[in-house]
């Protein structure tokens, strides 16, 4: 079965810096696709980014980047600038077989004035 | 401009009672489904439906109901609360369920005394 680790319950980091939150996954699928996303303090789960596992080239979306290693099953997520609005939990996710999404069990950052 | 609209947001249950959290969407989605989100433990999936008429269970399905009657309504039914389902539940949508962006509704924060 699919599982998605995220190691790192809290993390912190002062705004305008850079801060990479982690995840790793299990599948047995060659193709699937994974996601980041945001859950702010009003409890709206926001996507922040998307990749699918057969494109190599890692997804960007403005300030937020992947850093995708299908061979590690690593797919981490790297906010630059941080801003005061970034402060949420993340999730980490992936697709299992046709019909089912898997999540982690997420990190809450906060951003540091 | 509605997207995924849940209600109630808040409420509260005694054990025993029974209660339908209704979820509606107007992006002529195929795919829906049901998560609840405790602390520690990320978003579980409970039900999903892949289209009118068509419901399967997904990671904790034990004490709901679900049914899909048309493309815009996927209610949540508890027949007889009980305190192990006090959690957030967030009802999202795709436009298939094949590694497509889910969109939330809000969340309905359920509390069984």
């Known amino acids: 079965a699919q599982t998605v680790t995220q190691s790192q319950p809290e993390m912190s980091v002062q705004e305008a810096e850079t801060v990479t939150l982690s995840c790793t996954y299990d599948?047995?699928?060659?193709?699937?696709?994974l996601f980041w996303y945001k859950q702010p303090p009003s409890r709206q789960m926001i996507l922040v980014i998307r990749q699918e596992a057969y494109k190599q080239q890692n997804a960007t979306e403005n300030r937020f980047s992947v850093n995708f290693q299908k061979a590690a099953k690593s797919f981490s997520l790297k906010i630059s600038d941080s801003q005061l609005g970034d402060t949420a939990m993340y999730f980490c996710a992936t697709t299992s077989g046709t019909y089912k999404y898997i999540f982690g069990t997420g990190t809450r950052l906060k951003v540091l004035a | 401009n509605a997207g995924v609209t849940q209600t109630p947001k808040f409420q509260v249950l005694k054990t025993g009672q029974s209660m339908t959290l209704q979820c509606a969407q107007d992006m002529n989605h195929e795919y829906m489904s049901w998560y609840r989100q405790d602390p520690g433990m990320g978003l579980r999936l409970i039900h999903y439906?892949?289209?009118?008429?068509?419901?399967d269970q997904g990671e904790v399905p034990n004490g709901y109901n679900v049914s899909r009657s048309t493309t815009e309504d996927f209610p949540l039914r508890l027949l007889s609360a009980a305190p192990s389902q006090t959690s957030v539940y967030f009802c999202?949508?795709?436009?298939?369920?094949?590694?497509?962006?889910?969109?939330f509704g809000a969340g309905t924060r359920l509390s069984v005394l």
């Open positions: 439906s892949v289209g009118a008429g068509i419901t």
């Open positions: 999202a949508s795709s436009y298939s369920n094949r590694g497509d962006i889910q969109y």
């Open positions: 599948t047995s699928e060659n193709n699937y696709y």
